[in-house]
């Protein structure tokens, strides 16, 4: 079974603190994204990756850094919290598409939900 | 920013009705695919739907896509209650490999 492993599923932090989420997949797959997931406004995509060592801005990337070392692994990192980053943060993976870069099915992890007090 | 947008918000009925979902997005694609989200969990794959395409099935679920409105439609026939959930519809855009999600439908399926 294919498997996309969020390490914590509960956090709680303070504010001003460095937080990390990490995503580990063992399914070999190039592309990995974290996604962010808020009531009314659905799936916000915050970073992604097609590549070991390589990122891309999504939509809402502002105070938030990633790191891809590992291809199996893409790190969320948040170098401040603050309570408008408490939220629930997805992390995903896939293969690429049939053409090229476009974007095949996404497999989810269970999501991690971080409380910043 | 979001493009896609799913109608209705929420849906509720009976065991054994049909659920229809309906999505739409605002730039070009070349997929569309839906998901599915129990409550607190992550999110599951349920189908993809080529810009070639105009109709798919799989098992209880049958999709449209009609690109020239820029919209889509979820059917899940027969429902159940463990079909009770969210959904969400994503595009795939030309440009990138990037997702864009809807903002959900959420499904309440009463036995």
């Known amino acids: 079974d294919v498997k996309v492993t969020q390490s914590s599923r509960y956090l709680v932090k303070r504010t001003g603190e460095k937080v990390f989420l990490e995503c580990v997949q063992d399914m070999d797959h190039e592309n990995m994204f974290w996604y962010r997931q808020d009531p009314g406004l659905g799936l916000r995509l915050i970073y992604f990756s097609y590549d070991v060592k390589m990122k891309e801005k999504g939509d809402i990337p502002e105070g938030y850094s990633v790191s891809r070392e590992k291809k199996e692994r893409f790190s969320l990192i948040l170098e401040s919290a603050s309570t408008n980053q408490t939220s629930m943060y997805l992390c995903?993976?896939?293969?690429?598409?049939?053409?090229?870069?476009?974007?095949?099915?996404?497999?989810f992890g269970e999501g991690s939900r971080l409380t910043v007090l | 920013s979001q493009q896609g947008e799913e109608d209705p918000q929420a849906l509720s009925i009976q065991e054994g009705e049909n659920a229809t979902m309906n999505c739409s997005y605002k730039?070009?694609?070349?997929?569309l695919q839906w998901y599915r989200q129990n409550s607190g969990r992550g999110l599951v794959h349920l189908i993809l739907i080529r810009s070639n395409e105009r109709e798919k099935h799989s098992g209880r679920l049958r999709v449209t896509l009609d690109t020239s409105k820029k919209s889509s439609s979820l059917l899940i026939t027969a429902s159940r209650a463990a079909d009770t959930a969210s959904y969400f519809c994503a595009s795939g855009r030309n440009q990138g490999g990037k997702l864009i999600f809807g903002q959900g439908t959420e499904l309440s399926v009463k036995p």
């Open positions: 995903a993976s896939s293969f690429p598409g049939t053409s090229g870069r476009d974007t095949g099915e996404l497999f």
């Open positions: 730039t070009s694609i070349n997929n």
